[in-house]
């Protein structure tokens, strides 16, 4: 018999996103009939657009042809994608052997617990995409569950409410070796200030600690003022990398491409390169990303790509803003929804689960609990904007007529 890996032991409940699941099929169990709207994972739901599905199938169809055909590329990704990255999303500020081509950032992200290791500390916006702390419990980079406080100990919760406009109190924050910080935000849907952004890049080289920066949600920022990337940010090359993803910008949630920025300067203490590391895990656990998922990649940095990304954007846009209307309407103050495709809706004095299956039973409309994000999110509900335009607008007529 195999000893089960006593980290995994330590998770104290099932991943959040497969327990909405069970929840929804629960329900349509006991009412086959139900037409469950889900506004609940953020999944995209629109067809890719023109030139980037070109991308796609002119790659695809080229791997049947001798000319065309490419096996296995370099694990780092094509040099062209790297450049292009730098280029077009970085304004030329990071260069390709910086960009790690990745099948996506969830899958980034483990790779980088699995290079830090179980030696770290790790500090988290709370609430927080859970895989931040889930990955870090399973490659032990925590201590055991602490039942009384809720909380793994050897993380730190950074405590992120309207209170303190979604930034943590950084004076009052333990120092650890990591910090995870994701703006725009999931699951409040709060986009850091510059100003904010340079406090955390001081604070962790004060301290000495790595920011893994997640801007998964970056192009979803219209307002010119809000930095897109940590990168904007003087001194952020020594204290941070950066993970992104093609998931939401140009709807690449299946077919999988991300990628990671480890810019030269970001050192360990023993004055080695983090690039150095990275390249190493990339090279021994990954295979590189899909090559046809790449040339989708490619196209969409292409002028037309740009273009059709941005009415991507624009339209699930529009979805998070009928649904911000429509809950403000309701009474609900909501966050969020303006720079980022969430909207954080507050119901106090509640338990999110109970609001979660109020929802789905009386609505049928699938939601996220802000509890599965953290502590700090008890009390709240995420929205998620990515649907199709009618479903959206059938969810909040809904939601006007059975919850208030
Ligand atoms: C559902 C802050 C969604 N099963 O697609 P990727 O791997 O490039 O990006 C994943 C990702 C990375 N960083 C942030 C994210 O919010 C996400 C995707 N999050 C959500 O509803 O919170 C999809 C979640 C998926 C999962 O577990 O990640």
Known sequence: MVRRNSNIAKLHAGYLFPEINRR???????????????????????????????????????????????????????????????ERVYGGSVDAGEVFISDGAKCDIGRLQVMFGSGVTVA???????????GSVIVGATGGYNEGRALFDGIEYMSCTPENDFFPDLQNTRRTDLIYFCSPNNPTGAVASKKQLKELVDFAADNRSIIIFDAAYSEFISDSKLPKTI??????????????????????????LGWTVVPDELKFDDGSGVNRDWDRVTCT?????????????????????????????????????????????????????????YIWAHFPGRNSWDVFEEILNKCHVVTTPGSGFGPAGEGFIRFSAFGHRQDIQEAVERLKAKLR
């Open 285 to 341: 656990i990954f295979n590189g990303a899909s090559n046809i998922a790449q040339q989708g990649g490619l196209a969409s940095l292409d002028d037309e790509g740009l273009a059709e990304m941005r009415e991507t954007i624009a339209y699930y846009m529009e979805n998070a803003r009928i649904i911000k209307d429509a809950l403000d309407e309701m009474g609900v103050t909501t966050y969020g929804g303006v720079n980022a495709p």
């Open 231 to 256: 990168f904007d940010v003087k001194g952020s090359r020594e204290v941070a990398l950066e993970v992104n993803s093609f998931s939401k910008m140009v709807g690449f949630t299946g077919v999988r």
């Open 24 to 86: 929804r099929r629960k329900l349509l169990e006991q009412d086959p009939d139900a037409r469950i709207i889900s506004l609940g994972v953020g999944n995209t739901t629109e067809p890719l657009t023109g030139h980037i599905s070109e991308g796609l199938v002119g790659s695809a169809k080229g791997l049947g042809t001798v000319g065309g055909y490419s096996g296995y590329g370099d694990e780092q990704g094509l040099t062209e994608l790297r450049s292009k990255i730098g």
């Open 124 to 134: 988290v916006q709370d609430p927080a995409y859970p895989v931040y702390v889930d």
